[in-house]
Nanobody, 125 residues
Framework: QVQLQESGPGLVKPSQTLSLTCTVSGGSITTNYYYWGWLRQPPGKGLEWIGA???????YYSPSLKSRTSISRDTSKNQFTLQLSSVTPEDTAVYYCATMKYTREYDDTSRYEYWGQGTQVTVSS
């Protein structure tokens, strides 16, 4: 069974870039038709899809975050990475990486099958 683990700093200053890495085991990020996503849950709010990178390296982003988001991958390490620039306190959330087999609704958080445990990121000076 595939396992995902998020890593990165828990505290980021406003205006800086948040960078998180998801390390995958038990499966390859290049396996056909799998999408590898980043999602987050701000305090007191629901889950929000941030974006995803596909098995072939294509990327898709939430329109509301697209201008600040970049998702990349390192296939040699079986990892994919989120970068969110110009963060504000509103970006404070628990961040998750997750995976799903392709459906059209790749921005639907309920479609993701396997999840990391999540990592708290706080934006504060």
């Amino acid at each position: 069974q595939v396992q995902l683990q998020e890593s990165g700093p828990g505290l980021v200053k406003p205006s800086q870039t948040l960078s998180l890495t998801c390390t995958v085991s038990g499966g390859s990020i290049t396996t056909n038709y799998y999408y590898w996503g980043w999602l987050r849950q701000p305090p007191g709010k629901g889950l929000e899809w941030i974006g995803a990178i596909t098995y072939s390296g294509n990327t898709y982003y939430s329109p509301s975050l697209k201008s600040r988001t970049s998702i990349s991958r390192d296939t040699s390490k079986n990892q994919f990475t989120l970068q969110l620039s110009s963060v504000t306190p509103e970006d404070t959330a628990v961040y998750y990486c997750a995976t799903m087999k392709y459906t059209r609704e790749y921005d639907d958080t309920s479609r993701y099958e396997y999840w990391g445990q999540g990592t708290q990121v706080t934006v504060s000076s």
